[in-house]
């Protein structure tokens, strides 16, 4: 019995030791293979450059600028601070990001180079700072896309991360210097963008006096040349961290220079509601001929609704919508009724898509009977009557006015925005409108410009005198705003007339109406567009 | 002989990867530890052990005392011109000199002095794998001498008393376990009395000596056995990176002086304690596997030795030596693989020591004499 014991002892733990072996040599052997080679590998990660973006001319919006950064290979603290020590004799303070004299003074210190890599780095830059944040964005410190473009096409922008594997030991001495694996990041994906980065400085200067514009210039074929949000931000300051004072800027919650207001700014259309009002009508059986006079206001359920003059006679649809005559528009939504209007309009794609690829797009709306009985408890008797004019409680983004314009201009169909070359657009924006009706509203548009009591006419005008013989078509608004007396200046147009090719829309912030305003911005940057791509 | 000698080569062959000084002062040793080992074994007498007992166990002791004055931090070796001597290795060969003296059953008090006067120089040297080696040895030579039951049983509660007193539930348990035992063995009443007092007693007094009495790298020790995977970076450290040079090496290993956890310092002490995960990075699991089993194999054969021995003395003589090969067998690879905690015990034969190669050698003789003795 004892002797088997004896026996017995050994032989147990050599079956034992023999399992364990099997199980951590041959069950556990890739894990712990796995970490015999993260010990001894200590690794730095590449970041890649990020993929350049260019304007339609080829000029660099978003680039990449390079640097050289220090790692220091070492678990050692007196080596590490020798070369903290060393590198701040440089410069007079710390930083692992180096300039270009101290790397050669770096590396005259020979004994210094043993538990060095240098690594070269790329860092994000906007070359044209405040004038195109709003659609290439930025990104954070760690060169993350956060807006605009750089967070759209993050995962193409990005690229692919490099390594560089160093052999140390468990001192995190470098075992081997010539042992070391490189491998290159991969820049990530350049694009072009569409805008056109001139007409965009251009479109800026235009707009130094006011405090907040949203204006967009696009092509009939929806190439967007231009699209300007003002107030401006530097996206530059996101990458190297903000100051106070731009960081209580950028959160400012009254200027709001973060939001891009051409596809996130909701603003009553006022007088360019009248074109949905125009198309619903007429598809509904207006005779466009119909006469109305105009006394300057309105009684309706026991309210006055007044006009913004007095036009006294009002000969057809179209002068109705050159003149911008308020008491026509109040008949037109007498005429359809809220249910009607309101059906109309919500099977617009306006009310219910977003044409742009941003997270940040709004998109516009309209109010019904549900709607009001859900905020107001009741339905206002006139409401019909102020959508009607463009006014109340409808709600339209710049783009989504540039789309409708361009549909019109385009009898009845435009392509969703294109925002850079490459880019597939699948949808079109259909206005659900038979040919004839799109037809009478054009001619009106045109007659907002070019008629005898024309209320854009100075575009008509400005342009004769740039000696363009050009006809453009377009509608006027003025939209009331809470916060002043002064209404937005709103202008949308497309030129020209007979052959279109451009839509330009544009919104000023609490500027007066849309013809002392936006009107003489537009016909600045029409007459711009022309030159530069009309008459080459 | 051929079987510890080719470990011995093996072991010299990997400490030539780590440090080739150091792999050529083993061979040294080797050579040494194998021509001492020779003359021993050509001149050895029986009558020798009688008149080299006692000057020998005053050396020990006096050597022992010696080295905890010595300036290391763990007083286990003393520096002489040539190498550092570890005492406690001495005691190897005192306690076979003494069980080959006097049988433990007659001399209980005696044997029992001795043993616990090593043991507990050794560990407070502090050597905790070594002393709990002499405690091993003892244990089983008494129980092979057919000391009481009781007493046997006595020791074996105090030690679960020791351990189970962390915990108040297991403790409670153990306590009736031993009231059972006590009831199912008919013990005679003073041995239960005083069983069940002692049980109480190291069951207060152990987390008092926790607490109080162990250094904190003891203690972390332990507490990193029990979980390695959070003590990673530090005590655990040891055993984990143990654990990825063994398992790293899968099957066939990573080749001779290629494993990277040696090569660049991740195993500690590669030299010595961790011999054996040196091995086995390098040559995987068929290294592992062919030194276990030529342990295992030399372990056999002085167990066949053991048994064709008819005296009862030249027995208990055997046993001891042939003991401390298994515990050194047992401890050195279940730490190495991560069974049990780091205890600094060294492998028999591989790995690098002078002390304790010598004394293997010794042993080893010692039982070769023997072998020649009995059967002439």
Redesign the interface.
């Known amino acids: 019995m ?2 088997v014991i ?2 017995l ?3 147990v ?2 079956v ?3 399992v ?3 199980e ?3 069950l ?6 796995k ?3 993260e ?2 590998i200590y690794t730095i990660n590449l970041k890649p450059a990020r993929g350049n973006l260019y304007d339609r001319n080829g000029k660099i919006l978003a680039g990449n600028a390079t640097g050289t950064r220090i790692f220091i290979v070492s678990k050692d603290e007196g080596i590490i601070k020798e070369y903290k020590n060393f590198i701040s004799s440089l410069n007079g303070y710390y930083s692992d990001v180096v300039e270009y004299e101290d790397f050669f003074s770096i590396s005259s210190r020979r004994e210094l180079l043993e538990n060095v890599i240098f690594v070269p780095i790329t860092y994000r830059i906007y070359p044209y700072g405040e004038l195109t944040p709003h659609i290439v964005g930025y990104v954070n410190r760690d060169e993350l896309g956060i807006e605009g473009f750089e967070r759209v096409f993050e995962d193409s922008l990005k690229g692919r991360e490099g390594r560089i594997l160093i ?5 995190m001495n470098i ?1 081997d210097k010539s042992k070391i694996i490189y491998e290159f990041p991969q820049k990530g994906k350049d694009y072009k963008l569409t805008i056109d980065i001139d007409l965009q400085m251009f479109i800026d200067s235009l707009v130094k006096d006011f405090e907040k514009a949203a204006i967009i210039v696009m092509k009939v074929n929806g190439e967007v040349l231009a699209i300007y949000s003002k107030p401006k931000y530097n996206p530059q300051i996101f990458s190297r961290g903000l100051t106070k004072a731009e960081w209580e800027y950028i959160n400012n919650s009254e200027l709001a220079p973060l939001i891009n207001r051409t596809i996130s700014g909701l603003y009553p259309p006022g007088s360019i509601g009248k074109i949905l009002t125009t198309l619903i009508s007429l598809e509904n059986g207006w005779n466009w001929r119909n006469s109305m006079p105009c006394y300057g206001y309105v009684i309706y359920g026991g309210h006055v609704f007044k006009d913004w003059t007095v036009h006294y006679h009002i000969s057809d649809i179209k002068e109705a919508l050159e003149v911008s005559c308020n008491v026509y528009y109040y008949n037109l939504g007498r005429f359809l009724g809220l249910a009607r209007l309101t059906n109309y309009l919500k099977k617009l794609d306006i009310f219910n898509r977003k044409f742009t690829f941003f997270p940040q797009e709004k998109i516009s709306f309209v109010p019904d009977s549900s709607w009001y009985m859900k905020n107001y408890k009741f339905i206002p008797g006139g409401a019909a009557l102020n959508i009607a004019i463009g006014q109340g409680e409808l709600l339209l983004t710049p783009i989504a006015i540039s789309m409708l314009t361009g549909a019109i201009a385009n009898n009845g169909k435009m392509p969703y925005p294109k925002f850079y070359f490459g880019q597939v657009i699948k949808d079109t924006f259909k206005l659900p409108f038979s040919d004839s009706v799109i037809k009478i509203t054009r001619e009106a548009m045109l007659q907002v410009v070019k008629g005898p009591r024309a209320t854009a006419g100075y575009i008509n005008w400005k342009l004769y005198n740039y000696g363009f013989n050009i006809n453009v078509a377009g509608k006027t608004g003025s939209s009331e705003n809470p916060q002043s007396k002064k209404t937005h200046s709103l202008f949308t147009l497309f030129a020209p007339y007979e052959n279109p090719e451009f839509i330009i829309t544009v919104v000023v912030e609490t500027a007066g109406h849309g013809s002392e305003v936006a009107v003489p911005i537009a016909s600045e940057i029409l007459r711009w567009c022309l030159l530069r791509y009309y008459y080459q | 002989m051929f079987i510890a000698l080719l470990l011995s080569i093996i072991g010299i062959i990997e400490i030539w990867t780590i440090d080739k000084a150091i792999a050529q002062k083993q061979a040294l040793f080797v050579i040494f530890a194998i021509l001492l080992g020779y003359i021993i074994y050509k001149y050895f007498k029986p009558s020798f052990i009688r008149i080299l007992f006692y000057p020998l166990l005053i050396i020990t002791v006096f050597l022992l005392i010696l080295a905890h004055f010595s300036s290391d931090e763990v007083n286990r070796w003393i520096y002489l011109k040539f190498f550092y001597l570890q005492p406690s290795e001495i005691s190897k060969i005192v306690l076979a000199f003494m069980f080959y003296l006097y049988n433990p059953k007659e001399n209980f008090l005696k044997v029992s002095f001795i043993v616990i006067l090593i043991f507990l120089l050794i560990l407070t040297q502090p050597d905790l794998g070594f002393a709990i080696a002499i405690a091993f040895v003892s244990f089983m030579i008494f ?2 001498s057919e000391v009481n039951r009781n007493l046997l049983l006595f020791i074996i509660f105090s030690i679960v008393s020791i351990i189970s007193s962390f915990k108040t539930i297991i403790f409670m348990l153990s306590f009736f376990a031993l009231i059972l035992l006590i009831y199912i063995t008919k013990s005679k009443w003073y041995w239960s009395i005083i069983s069940i007092l002692t049980f109480i007693f190291f069951g207060v007094i152990t987390p008092i000596i926790w607490n109080k009495v162990l250094k904190p790298y003891q203690k972390a020790r332990i507490v990193a056995f029990l979980n390695p995977e959070v003590y990673k970076e530090k005590e655990a450290y040891q055993l984990y ?1 143990a ?9 066939f290993g990573k080749g001779y002086n290629k494993g ?2 040696k ?4 195993l500690p002490i590669a030299h010595t304690d961790f011999i054996f995960s040196a091995i ?1 990075e390098d040559f ?2 068929l290294g ?2 062919f030194v ?2 030529l342990i ?1 194999i030399l ?2 054969r002085m ?1 066949i030795i ?2 064709t021995i008819e005296d009862e003395q030249l027995r208990r003589f055997t ?1 001891t030596l042939i003991l401390f090969f ?1 515990y050194s ?2 401890v050195n ?2 730490v190495n ?3 049990m905690p780091t205890k600094g015990y060294p492998l028999l034969f591989l790995s690098y020591g002078g002390s304790h190669t010598i004394l293997d050698y010794i042993c080893l003789f010692l039982i070769m004499w023997i072998k020649k003795y009995s059967t002439s």
Do not use: R
């Not at chain 2, 654990?243 to 099957?251: C, E």
């Open positions: 004892k002797n004896l026996f002892i050994p032989s733990f050599y034992i030791f023999i364990k072996l099997f951590l040599q041959i556990k052997g890739d894990k712990f293979s970490k015999a080679i010990n001894y052999p140390v030991d468990a001192k075992v | 129980y092979y990176q654990q990825i040079a063994i398992g790293s090496g899968k099957i990277t956890q090569k660049y310092n991740f086995c995987g699991f592992g596997f276990i089993t295992f372990i056999l167990l053991f048994l046993l298994i067998f047992i690879i279940s693989l991560g069974i």
